[in-house]
């Protein structure tokens, strides 16, 4: 299988992104697929939706969104394609290993978030 750039970029982003939207969703699912809905399967609410996209900013360096463009995120795969689109374009940059884990560090976990 041949790897294109935003198939890595997928890759990379995608454990990152769905192992956080499950980490801070009220509802706990045992796995947050691309398909879940933030917040009709996830409970998420507008201050767990800012604690997602705070937390995102962070991590990648990405802008923040107007909110017309925070309402088209509605499921966990709509937050994935925008950071994959967003580190494509060059407006934001993946995480080391060691970023991702200070991040599980404010929530006293460790780990992989897969």
């Given at each position: 299988?041949?790897?294109?750039?935003?198939?890595?970029?997928?890759?990379?982003?995608?454990?990152?992104?769905?192992?956080?939207?499950?980490?801070?969703a009220?509802?706990?699912?045992?796995?947050v697929?691309?398909?879940?809905?933030?917040?009709?399967?996830?409970?998420?609410h507008?201050?767990?939706l800012?604690?997602?996209?705070?937390?995102?900013?962070?991590?990648?360096?990405?802008?923040?969104?107007?909110?017309?463009?925070?309402?088209?995120?509605?499921r966990?795969?709509?937050?994935?394609?925008f950071?994959?689109?967003?580190?494509?374009?060059?407006?934001?940059?993946l995480?080391?290993?060691?970023?991702?884990?200070?991040?599980?560090?404010?929530?006293?976990?460790?780990?992989?978030?897969?």
């Open positions: 299988m041949t790897h294109t750039p935003a198939a890595s970029a997928t890759e990379a982003v995608a454990p990152v992104v769905l192992g956080m939207a499950r980490l801070i009220p509802r706990k699912p045992s796995e697929t691309a398909e879940h809905h933030l917040i009709g399967d996830l409970g998420f507008s201050l767990v800012a604690e997602l996209g705070y937390n995102l900013e962070d991590l990648y360096g990405l802008r923040s969104l107007t909110p017309e463009e925070a309402m088209k995120l509605e966990a795969g709509d937050v994935v394609d950071v994959v689109s967003e580190v494509a374009a060059g407006r934001a940059t995480p080391t290993d060691d970023e991702v884990e200070l991040l599980l560090a404010r929530y006293d976990i460790g780990g992989s978030t897969a």
